[in-house]
């Protein structure tokens, strides 16, 4: 067989013979490569080898499209992406075309959400190929590459998401595929590659080896250099790794695809191009050709999980991080891209109504010119030096003189001279280097010579303020139109804020509500997006929601335009926030882990956000469920808080208490009574739960009593309880109390009696403790609490109250809302506000007057004046109320007028009788209204 | 071998740089000996892929695009100042730089809190000005100016060091290149030919001392060189150094790999435990750089040779890095102690090997010094 490459193929075979040092396998190799450029080019079907982010690649492109003009282009790309493409009209670019699935069917649970994205970058060949494709007529664009379904069956079992995310995280978690990945396989050979290209990055070595002698070469250099580079990685790539075999499933998908559509449209094979990754061009799989009769490759289907497709932004700073290359490289292609448009004169093809920034050019078809016979342009690139440019000085001076007006914006002492330095060690090093024009990085490594001292003065250093030189980093907008219902929603309710929510900075939103009612749906939305999106987006300044509140005034800041990845991802979840809203609360309510307290979270921000009373009663009637079914106490502080609040909002703004309330209580009387005696007695439950148990059936005991729950059920628990710790003992005794069943002397003396046996003083502060835990459910304990704690104080030695201290302390500061304010409260009632009322103060409960009949005389005389004098003149009523209760009454007659009470209540009824006789409308309306007769 | 104890770079690679000289066939700035290209192998030793007939040795570890840096950097208009931590290689690679580009780097000025300006220009000596009056012949030149008369590189060592007027004497010599001897009627400047550079020393560990004046700053291009922290290199390093060392004291003793790695790793946590610390007290004093880690290993080099049985032990190591790195009484000891409980101990027990020496001659070193 003779053919153009003979030749070389010879010349490689000797260089390997010469070797002869060199591994046996490298004959192999060098033969190899340019019989795989050989039979790529044979391929009657056009084989266009690209590179991601290579300038070099794009302008081949866009030459060879204008050259050709083929009717139909394949195009390595997830074939479910198709629909999206149009959409990047609306867009500024770089933005990332985006595939989701939130909830996964056939995947590992785990697995989800599951992303795929594909950055779509101005300087690429594959922007190149779509634009001139949905510009011309008549041109069909198929991408052949496996669905982003398949992405996922192929990959290796994708663990769960791990939660670190990169600083320049615009991509999120997603799985990036690119068009092109041409990269050594195994770090040794990139290492090798870059020790002797003497370089630091793979982006520089591609720079200086592939990227410049390419740039002016025409189409068959290029597609033969490109050709035999995929070669080289391919053959020196591991070969039995899981990605090599993905690599040749996909270039049989891709084939077997291409074969179909050839067949399905009877498309002329010299119509066609077909645009891959330069790794994939040389692919020698069976499957691989156009030819009728290759073997096809079995394509599995989709696994049932429905995928949702929308374009997010990108930038050149997360295409960077995304896929490993070095800082700035993107932009310096994009910088590249632009310079050699100017140079060669080769008009780019760009979607009309892109937002670029530079006009549309119409395509100027020039007639196809069928290339001839296959020639060998390999020889040239591989013996002789690549043919740079010549040195462009009027762009290195360009750069020079910006390069030190930045600086000096950023702090820099940089000056003229810098810029001269600058350009003479940028050529100096180019020339040390090997290259006859500096690129970009010599040109930063001059500045950083030349420039950089040893502080940095501002926030940014030389080496960043050159990457903002060459370009800096762009980063993509999704246009409006191309936005999903949900996003675009977002932006239009917005809208009477009257900001401009599409830029990248902070904005500043005011709220007037009182003054501008109409913002009060502005609001609204704004809490639910940032119920919804915590960290990010919206974050209120003054403000904030909870129940009973009645905003007047809110001010917020609002990062949409930099968030609004965020926005675009929760419309693939619902077309409103509302709808996604709704959709969290009820997964949060019904996830298998959802508690009482999270289901009564849920009922909460469903008050909060959504003006939903059905979903609200959904919500409330599953925590009744929740409820009934838990074994555990371990939130009872949790559902008390927040059953509490919920029946204060609902006593407050409605007539009546929602049937789920009710049930509510009902369900919770007798859930928690049931689990009382075990409660006190486990020691797996905390003295506060056992205390927000208490809490829950004392306060809400009216409420559920009237709905027919039954008293002795409560009695029968708390008799049943025989707690052993001291802490919980105490708990006991105040519920007790509570009930009735033991009055304060006898609580008091029990706690007497601790105090006086040195045997139990060493577990007092535990009984102290509990009795702290009292507070909440028995609230009118609170001046006994305050006594014993002064007891304790004052009675109890060091060894014992030091060491309880800290805790007491830690308790009162977690329980702070519960606790303090009862406490403190009642402390100031008790103990004298001054410093000279101290010392002649005696501590009521030391005070006590002998219980003899003192109180009951006590209790008769405040009551004097004209209240006991009707009841002493008509004493039937509080007679038989007093055989009711079964004790026997006592009277005590009015005292003579010269007892200084009854003087004291004589003055008094003397005053009210001066004001009514003075203003009589009041008392004539009431005695109107009982029927009386003046 | 030389008589000397420590030969100047030039001299060391006399016969190499001869050698790089005769094959050198790049453009060759002023007066260089060698073209930019070869300054940069002969530091940075050469590979296959240069196709020389000889293999010349890497003498530099680091980063190449510092020692490229630093090439251009004097082949333009301005100084050249290395700024790093203390032990990072500055003053080699300047003394190496210096003999590649002029094959002289003995012209060096030091320096220090005493430094005066006439060390940077002249002074005269006395009885001779005595005797004959002031001449060109009663002058004392000084190693800048000698520099700058020969068109070669001139060497200034911890420029920080010394105080900002004497700092400032160089900011003419830099920017006019000719210093002026007011004192003679005649024949009163001296101007620097062409290849003249100054390459200057600082310890960014002393900054703030003696800060540098913008002017000064202008005139230098500031070349900063990282503690390398890349076990490999700092492996290569170390292996170098000592290798030189043995030949210098004609020693005939094995350093053991393990043991080396013993070392580099101990290193490797100190610094990370460095870098962790909240305070000083939590940080040795050491800066821990790769000089520190040779001079710990020369330390028990010399110690095995003339005190122990003439091989190299993982007991003497430790006792010289505990040596080497106590410095203060008992903040210093109190980490090593720490980390010879927490991490030595451990580790000897899981890997074993050296290790268990190690541990057990670090503790009698912290025992015996504490």
Same mark, same amino acid.
């Not at chain 1, 520089?204 to 070669?231: C, F, K, N």
């Not at chain 1, 960043?464 to 060459?470: A, S």
């Not at chain 2, 451990?346 to 503790?363: K, N, Y």
């Given at each position: 067989?003779?053919?153009?490459?003979?030749?070389?193929?010879?010349?490689?075979?000797?260089?390997?013979?010469?070797?002869?040092?060199?591994?046996?396998?490298?004959?192999?190799?060098?033969?190899?490569?340019?019989d795989?450029?050989?039979?790529?080019?044979?391929e009657?079907?056009?084989?266009?080898?690209?590179c991601h982010?290579?300038?070099?690649?794009?302008?081949?492109?866009?030459?060879?499209?204008?050259?050709?003009?083929?009717?139909?282009?394949?195009?390595?790309?997830?074939?479910?992406?198709?629909?999206?493409?149009?959409?990047?009209?609306?867009?500024?670019?770089?933005?990332?075309?985006?595939?989701?699935a939130?909830e996964?069917?056939?995947f590992?649970?785990?697995?989800?959400?599951?992303?795929?994205?594909?950055?779509?970058?101005?300087?690429?060949?594959?922007?190149?190929?779509?634009a001139?494709?949905?510009?011309?007529?008549?041109?069909e664009?198929?991408?052949?590459?496996?669905?982003?379904?398949?992405?996922?069956?192929?990959?290796?079992?994708?663990?769960p998401?791990?939660?670190?995310?990169?600083?320049e995280?615009?991509?999120?978690?997603?799985?990036?595929?690119?068009?092109?990945?041409?990269?050594?396989?195994?770090?040794?050979?990139?290492?090798?590659?870059?020790?002797?290209?003497?370089?630091?990055?793979?982006?520089?070595?591609?720079?200086?080896?592939?990227e410049?002698?390419?740039?002016?070469?025409?189409?068959?250099t290029?597609?033969?250099?490109?050709?035999?580079?995929?070669?080289?990685?391919r053959?020196?790539?591991?070969h039995?790794?899981?990605?090599?075999?993905?690599?040749?499933?996909?270039?049989?998908?891709?084939?077997?695809?291409?074969?179909?559509?050839?067949?399905?449209?009877?498309?002329?094979?010299?119509?066609?191009?077909?645009?891959?990754?330069?790794?994939?061009?040389?692919?020698?799989?069976a499957?691989?050709?156009?030819?009728?009769?290759?073997?096809?490759?079995?394509?599995?289907?989709?696994?049932?999980t429905?995928?949702?497709?929308?374009?997010?932004?990108?930038?050149?700073s997360?295409?960077?991080?995304?896929?490993?290359?070095?800082?700035?490289?993107?932009?310096?292609?994009a910088?590249?891209?632009?310079?050699?448009l100017?140079?060669?004169?080769?008009?780019?093809?760009?979607?009309?109504?892109?937002?670029s920034?530079?006009?549309k050019?119409?395509?100027?078809?020039?007639?196809?010119?069928?290339?001839?016979?296959?020639?060998?342009? #390999?020889?040239?690139?591989?013996?002789?030096?690549?043919?740079?440019?010549?040195?462009?000085?009027?762009? #290195?001076?360009?750069?020079?003189?910006?390069?030190?007006?930045?600086?000096?914006?950023?702090?820099?002492?940089?000056?003229?001279?810098?810029?001269?330095?600058?350009?003479?060690?940028?050529v100096?090093?180019?020339?040390?280097?090997?290259r006859?024009?500096?690129?970009?990085?010599?040109?930063?490594?001059?500045?950083?010579?030349?420039?950089?001292?040893?502080?940095?003065?501002?926030?940014?250093?030389?080496?960043?303020?050159?990457?903002?030189?060459?370009?800096?980093?762009?980063?993509?907008?999704?246009?409006?139109?191309a936005?999903?219902?949900?996003?675009?929603?977002?932006?239009?309710?917005?809208?009477?804020?009257?900001?401009?929510?599409?830029?990248?900075?902070?904005?500043?939103?005011?709220?007037?509500?009182?003054?501008?009612?109409?913002?009060?749906?502005?609001?609204?939305?704004?809490?639910?997006?940032?119920?919804?999106?915590p960290d990010?987006?919206?974050?209120?300044?003054?403000?904030?929601?909870?129940?009973?509140?009645?905003p007047?005034?809110?001010?917020?800041?609002?990062?949409?335009?930099?968030?609004?990845?965020?926005?675009?991802?929760?419309?693939?979840?619902?077309?409103?926030?509302?709808?996604?809203?709704?959709?969290?609360?009820?997964?949060?309510?019904?996830?298998?882990?959802?508690?009482?307290a999270?289901?009564?979270?849920?009922?909460?921000?469903?008050l909060?956000?959504?003006?939903?009373?059905?979903?609200?009663?959904?919500?409330?009637a599953?925590?009744?469920?929740?409820?009934?079914?838990?074994?555990?106490?371990?939130?009872?502080?949790?559902?008390?808080?927040?059953?509490r609040?919920?029946?204060?909002?609902?006593?407050?703004?409605?007539?009546?208490?929602?049937?789920?309330?009710?049930?509510?209580?009902?369900e919770?009387?007798?859930?928690?009574?049931?689990?009382?005696?075990?409660?006190?007695?486990?020691?797996?439950?905390?003295?506060?739960?056992?205390?927000?148990?208490?809490?829950?059936?004392?306060?809400?005991?009216?409420?559920?009593?009237?709905?027919g729950?039954d008293?002795?059920?409560?009695e029968?628990?708390?008799?049943?309880?025989?707690?052993?710790?001291?802490?919980?003992?105490?708990?006991?005794?105040?519920?007790r109390?509570?009930?009735?069943?033991?009055?304060?002397?006898?609580?008091?003396?029990?706690?007497?009696?601790?105090?006086?046996?040195?045997?139990?003083?060493?577990?007092?502060?535990?009984?102290?403790?509990?009795?702290?835990?009292?507070?909440?459910?028995?609230?009118?304990?609170?001046?006994?609490?305050?006594?014993?704690?002064?007891?304790?104080?004052?009675?109890?030695?060091?060894?014992?109250?030091?060491?309880?201290?800290?805790?007491?302390?830690?308790?009162?500061?977690?329980?702070?809302?519960?606790?303090?304010?009862?406490l403190?409260?009642?402390?100031?009632?008790?103990?004298?506000?001054?410093?000279?009322?101290?010392?002649s103060?005696?501590?009521?409960?030391?005070?006590?007057?002998?219980?003899?009949?003192?109180?009951?005389?006590?209790?008769?005389?405040?009551?004097?004046?004209?209240?006991?004098?009707?009841?002493?003149?008509?004493?039937?009523?509080a007679?038989?109320?007093?055989?009711?209760?079964?004790?026997?009454?006592?009277?005590?007659?009015?005292?003579?007028?010269?007892d200084?009470?009854?003087?004291?209540?004589?003055?008094?009824g003397?005053?009210?009788?001066?004001?009514?006789?003075?203003?009589?409308?009041?008392?004539?309306?009431?005695?109107?209204?009982?029927?009386?007769?003046? | 071998?030389?008589d000397?104890?420590?030969?100047?770079?030039?001299?060391?690679?006399?016969?190499e740089?001869? %050698?790089?000289?005769?094959?050198?066939?790049?453009?060759k700035?002023?007066? %260089?000996?060698?073209?930019?290209?070869?300054?940069?192998?002969?530091?940075?030793?050469?590979?296959?892929?240069?196709?020389?007939?000889?293999?010349?040795?890497?003498?530099?570890?680091?980063?190449?695009?510092?020692?490229?840096?630093s090439?251009?950097?004097?082949?333009?208009?301005?100084?050249?100042?290395?700024?790093?931590?203390?032990?990072?290689?500055?003053? %080699?690679?300047?003394?190496?730089?210096?003999?590649?580009?002029?094959?002289?780097?003995?012209?060096?000025?030091?320096?220090?809190a005493g430094?005066?300006?006439?060390?940077?220009?002249y002074? %005269?000596?006395?009885?001779?000005?005595?005797?004959?009056?002031?001449?060109r012949?009663?002058?004392?030149?000084?190693?800048?100016?000698?520099a700058?008369?020969?068109?070669?590189?001139?060497?200034?060592?911890?420029?920080?060091?010394?105080?900002?007027?004497?700092?400032?004497?160089?900011?003419?010599?830099?920017?006019?290149?000719?210093?002026?001897?007011?004192?003679?009627?005649?024949?009163?400047?001296?101007?620097?030919?062409?290849?003249?550079?100054?390459i200057?020393?600082a310890?960014?560990?002393?900054?703030?001392?003696?800060?540098?004046?913008?002017?000064?700053?202008?005139?230098?291009?500031?070349?900063?060189?990282?503690?390398?922290?890349?076990?490999?290199?700092?492996?290569?390093?170390?292996?170098?150094r000592?290798?030189?060392l043995?030949?210098?004291?004609?020693?005939?003793?094995?350093?053991?790999?393990?043991?080396?790695?013993v070392?580099?790793?101990?290193?490797?946590?100190?610094?990370?435990?460095?870098?962790?610390?909240?305070?000083?007290?939590?940080?040795?004093?050491?800066?821990?750089?790769?000089?520190?880690?040779?001079?710990?290993?020369?330390?028990?080099?010399? /110690?095995?040779?003339?005190?122990?049985?003439?091989?190299?032990?993982?007991?003497?190591?430790?006792?010289?890095?505990v040596?080497?790195?106590?410095?203060?009484?008992?903040?210093?000891?109190?980490?090593?102690?720490?980390?010879? /409980?927490?991490?030595?101990?451990p580790?000897?027990?899981?890997?074993?090997?050296?290790w268990?020496?190690?541990?057990?001659?670090?503790?009698?070193?912290?025992?015996?010094?504490?």
């Amino acid at each position: 067989m003779s053919g153009p490459f003979d030749a070389l193929r010879e010349q490689l075979l000797g260089a390997a013979e010469s070797l002869a040092g060199g591994p046996d396998a490298l004959p192999e190799i060098l033969a190899g490569m340019v019989d795989d450029v050989d039979h790529a080019l044979r391929e009657p079907l056009e084989i266009f080898p690209v590179c991601h982010h290579s300038p070099a690649s794009a302008l081949a492109m866009a030459r060879r499209l204008r050259q050709k003009q083929p009717k139909v282009i394949y195009l390595e790309l997830c074939e479910d992406l198709t629909p999206l493409l149009t959409e990047l009209r609306n867009c500024r670019l770089p933005v990332a075309l985006q595939a989701f699935a939130s909830e996964v069917d056939g995947f590992p649970k785990e697995s989800a959400p599951l992303s795929v994205i594909a950055p779509i970058t101005e300087a690429s060949a594959e922007y190149q190929a779509i634009a001139y494709a949905l510009e011309t007529p008549g041109v069909e664009l198929v991408l052949v590459d496996r669905s982003t379904d398949h992405v996922f069956q192929w990959q290796p079992a994708a663990g769960p998401h791990v939660g670190e995310e990169p600083e320049e995280d615009l991509h999120g978690d997603a799985v990036g595929v690119e068009i092109g990945d041409l990269r050594p396989r195994f770090a040794e050979l990139e290492e090798h590659l870059l020790h002797h290209g003497r370089v630091r990055h793979w982006s520089e070595w591609w720079e200086q080896y592939v990227e410049q002698p390419l740039a002016g070469a025409d189409h068959e250099t290029y597609r033969q250099v490109m050709v035999m580079i995929g070669s080289l990685f391919r053959r020196l790539a591991p070969h039995d790794t899981r990605r090599l075999a993905t690599d040749e499933d996909r270039e049989r998908y891709m084939w077997t695809r291409i074969r179909e559509h050839l067949a399905a449209s009877g498309a002329d094979r010299a119509d066609c191009l077909y645009i891959c990754g330069a790794f994939h061009a040389a692919s020698r799989v069976a499957e691989a050709g156009s030819a009728p009769g290759t073997p096809d490759f079995e394509i599995t289907g989709r696994t049932a999980t429905q995928w949702l497709y929308g374009l997010i932004p990108s930038s050149h700073s997360a295409i960077e991080a995304q896929f490993g290359l070095a800082p700035g490289s993107v932009s310096i292609a994009a910088a590249t891209w632009q310079k050699s448009l100017l140079r060669t004169g080769v008009k780019p093809f760009a979607l009309a109504g892109q937002k670029s920034g530079r006009k549309k050019k119409a395509p100027a078809p020039t007639p196809a010119i069928g290339t001839g016979a296959v020639t060998d342009q #390999l020889s040239g690139y591989l013996a002789g030096p690549p043919a740079l440019d010549g040195l462009d000085e009027e762009e #290195l001076r360009g750069w020079c003189v910006d390069i030190v007006r930045l600086a000096r914006r950023n702090g820099y002492l940089a000056s003229t001279a810098d810029a001269i330095a600058v350009f003479e060690t940028s050529v100096l090093l180019a020339g040390m280097r090997g290259r006859r024009r500096p690129t970009p990085y010599d040109f930063q490594d001059a500045a950083i010579t030349c420039i950089e001292k040893e502080v940095v003065p501002g926030r940014r250093d030389v080496r960043r303020l050159c990457e903002i030189l060459l370009g800096g980093d762009r980063i993509g907008q999704v246009g409006y139109d191309a936005l999903p219902p949900l996003a675009r929603d977002v932006y239009d309710r917005l809208e009477p804020l009257g900001l401009n929510l599409t830029q990248r900075t902070i904005q500043r939103a005011l709220l007037d509500l009182a003054a501008r009612p109409e913002l009060v749906a502005c609001s609204r939305l704004l809490w639910m997006l940032r119920y919804l999106l915590p960290d990010h987006a919206v974050r209120p300044i003054m403000g904030s929601r909870r129940l009973g509140e009645k905003p007047i005034q809110e001010s917020w800041d609002l990062d949409l335009g930099r968030h609004q990845r965020t926005i675009i991802e929760l419309g693939y979840e619902g077309v409103t926030v509302e709808q996604v809203l709704e959709q969290r609360l009820r997964r949060s309510a019904w996830e298998p882990k959802a508690t009482a307290a999270t289901a009564l979270k849920a009922v909460e921000d469903s008050l909060l956000f959504l003006n939903s009373p059905r979903l609200t009663e959904e919500l409330g009637a599953r925590a009744v469920e929740l409820l009934a079914a838990e074994r555990t106490v371990d939130e009872a502080p949790a559902v008390l808080r927040r059953i509490r609040r919920l029946m204060a909002h609902y006593r407050a703004t409605e007539p009546a208490l929602p049937a789920w309330c009710e049930r509510f209580v009902t369900e919770g009387y007798a859930h928690y009574c049931t689990l009382l005696p075990t409660a006190f007695v486990d020691d797996e439950t905390g003295v506060r739960q056992v205390g927000a148990m208490l809490g829950f059936l004392f306060s809400m005991e009216s409420l559920a009593l009237s709905l027919g729950c039954d008293r002795t059920q409560l009695e029968i628990a708390v008799r049943q309880s025989h707690p052993e710790p001291p802490a919980k003992l105490a708990l006991l005794w105040a519920a007790r109390h509570q009930l009735g069943d033991l009055p304060l002397s006898d609580l008091r003396a029990r706690v007497d009696d601790l105090l006086g046996n040195p045997l139990v003083v060493p577990a007092v502060p535990q009984y102290v403790s509990g009795f702290v835990q009292a507070l909440e459910p028995v609230p009118r304990l609170a001046p006994f609490v305050v006594e014993i704690l002064s007891k304790a104080f004052g009675s109890l030695p060091d060894p014992v109250l030091l060491p309880w201290l800290p805790s007491l302390i830690m308790t009162l500061r977690t329980q702070a809302a519960e606790l303090v304010p009862v406490l403190t409260k009642e402390a100031g009632r008790t103990f004298p506000g001054t410093l000279a009322g101290i010392d002649s103060w005696t501590p009521p409960w030391e005070s006590r007057p002998a219980p003899s009949a003192g109180p009951a005389v006590r209790a008769v005389r405040p009551g004097g004046g004209p209240a006991a004098a009707l009841l002493a003149a008509h004493p039937q009523a509080a007679d038989a109320a007093a055989v009711l209760l079964g004790c026997p009454g006592e009277w005590t007659h009015p005292a003579d007028p010269s007892d200084e009470g009854a003087a004291a209540a004589d003055g008094g009824g003397a005053a009210v009788r001066a004001l009514l006789t003075a203003y009589p409308e009041t008392t004539g309306v009431v005695a109107g209204l009982v029927g009386a007769v003046v | 071998m030389s008589d000397m104890l420590r030969a100047p770079a030039e001299t060391k690679y006399a016969e190499e740089l001869d %050698w790089l000289e005769s094959i050198d066939d790049g453009p060759k700035p002023f007066s %260089w000996r060698l073209s930019p290209k070869m300054v940069r192998l002969f530091i940075l030793g050469s590979e296959r892929a240069d196709g020389l007939d000889r293999e010349v040795s890497q003498k530099w570890f680091g980063d190449r695009s510092f020692v490229e840096r630093s090439i251009v950097t004097l082949a333009s208009d301005r100084g050249l100042l290395l700024i790093g931590d203390p032990g990072t290689g500055k003053s %080699w690679l300047a003394e190496l730089l210096a003999a590649a580009i002029s094959r002289n780097s003995t012209l060096v000025v030091q320096g220090t809190a005493g430094t005066t300006e006439d060390h940077i220009k002249y002074s %005269w000596n006395v009885s001779m000005v005595i005797a004959k009056g002031q001449s060109r012949a009663s002058m004392i030149p000084s190693p800048i100016m000698t520099a700058m008369e020969g068109g070669v590189i001139g060497r200034f060592e911890e420029l920080t060091r010394s105080t900002s007027d004497v700092q400032d004497a160089l900011i003419s010599i830099l920017s006019e290149k000719y210093v002026s001897i007011p004192e003679l009627d005649t024949d009163n400047i001296v101007f620097a030919k062409p290849g003249f550079s100054i390459i200057a020393t600082a310890n960014s560990r002393d900054r703030g001392v003696n800060d540098l004046s913008s002017a000064l700053k202008r005139r230098f291009n500031f070349v900063r060189i990282p503690v390398v922290t890349n076990k490999k290199s700092e492996a290569e390093i170390v292996r170098f150094r000592t290798e030189e060392l043995l030949r210098r004291h004609d020693i005939e003793l094995e350093v053991p790999p393990t043991l080396l790695d013993v070392l580099l790793q101990s290193f490797a946590d100190l610094r990370a435990a460095a870098g962790s610390a909240t305070s000083d007290e939590e940080r040795l004093e050491s800066a821990l750089s790769t000089a520190e880690q040779i001079g710990v290993l020369e330390d028990a080099i010399l /110690h095995s040779n003339f005190f122990g049985a003439s091989a190299l032990t993982a007991e003497a190591l430790a006792g010289s890095l505990v040596g080497s790195l106590a410095r203060r009484s008992p903040e210093d000891l109190a980490i090593l102690n720490k980390y010879w /409980h927490g991490v030595v101990e451990p580790r000897s027990r899981e890997h074993g090997g050296e290790w268990g020496g190690f541990l057990e001659g670090g503790r009698q070193a912290i025992a015996t010094l504490s």
